[in-house]
Nanobody, 117 residues
Framework: RVQLVESGGGSVQAGGSLRLSCVVS????????MSWYRQAPGKEREFVSQ???????KYADSVQGRFTISQDNAKRTLYLQMNSLKPEDTAMYFC???????????WGQGTQVTVSS
């Protein structure tokens, strides 16, 4: 069983920074990629960023240049460095582990990020 636990969320003022973490435990039979999604109240969950081996990284246009995704494979931890935060970044942020070409998908419980103006 795979478990993902996010942390690092909090309340900050516009222009501030936060660093989210997602710790992976358990096991899955694939060379997995990981991504961050976010969901604001009453809104659909949206893609934020992803990272996967040789394929590198991708970012949603809304966070390009402000957020940086990275991972420490030894610690089995995914990170999302968020700089220049805006009120519209306010959402619950979720960590996702996926296996390309497979149905395997795992989600964490989320960590709340609130940005005030």
């Amino acid at each position: 069983r795979v478990q993902l636990v996010e942390s690092g969320g909090g309340s900050v003022q516009a222009g501030g920074s936060l660093r989210l973490s997602c710790v992976v435990s358990g096991y899955t039979d694939c060379t997995y990629g990981m991504s961050w999604y976010r969901q604001a109240p009453g809104k659909e969950r949206e893609f934020v960023s992803q990272i996967y081996s040789f394929r590198g990284t991708k970012y949603a246009d809304s966070v390009q240049g402000r957020f940086t995704i990275s991972q420490d494979n030894a610690k089995r931890t995914l990170y999302l460095q968020m700089n220049s935060l805006k009120p519209e970044d306010t959402a619950m942020y979720f960590c996702k582990l996926y296996c390309p070409g497979s149905v395997e998908v795992y989600w964490g419980q989320g960590t709340q990020v609130t940005v005030s103006s």
